[in-house]
């Protein structure tokens, strides 16, 4: 059941998506550059940061650093698409992981509703139902 629940995940147009938006990102070098250089200035900064003797500009300077790439990722087109897709695939698999928690409480999986299940008692941690 799990591998045609799998199969029925891949045929939805928002895993087709995603997975168009992932492959997009892949190919794009210019992205896939800044990304590489962000990197390169996190390792730098954790670097700087374990010494004893950090420099605190040099931290700044590497913060600045990343904030800039950091934007330019997120500003980049096929970046912008592969979130959103993210978002809506992450909110497809949220509600899955509602309903076969409804259903494994007892609900009738023809009718539960994880989007109008009540039983929220603020931990997020070991639910999928609610959107807070």
């Known amino acids: 059941m799990a591998r045609e629940l799998g199969a029925a995940i891949q045929r939805d ?3 087709i998506r995603f997975m168009e938006a992932h492959e ?3 190919s794009d070098s210019g992205l896939n550059e800044l990304i590489g250089k962000i990197q390169l200035v996190h390792m730098s900064y954790q670097h700087e940061a374990a010494k004893d003797d950090a420099d605190g500009e040099k931290l700044k300077a590497y913060d600045k650093e990343f904030n800039g790439l950091y934007n ?3 500003c980049n087109a096929n970046m912008r698409e592969y979130e ?3 978002q809506e695939i992450d909110k497809l698999m949220k509600k899955i992981t509602g309903i076969l928690t409804l259903c494994v ?3 009738d999986p023809a009718t539960c509703d994880p989007d109008a299940d009540q039983s929220c008692a603020g931990d997020c941690s070991a639910c999928g139902g ?3």
């Open 13 to 15: 147009e928002r895993y």
């Open 24 to 26: 997009k990102n892949e």
């Open 72 to 74: 330019e990722v997120m």
């Open 84 to 86: 959103n897709a993210k």
């Open 105 to 107: 409480r007892g609900e």
């Open 130 to 132: 609610c959107e807070e």
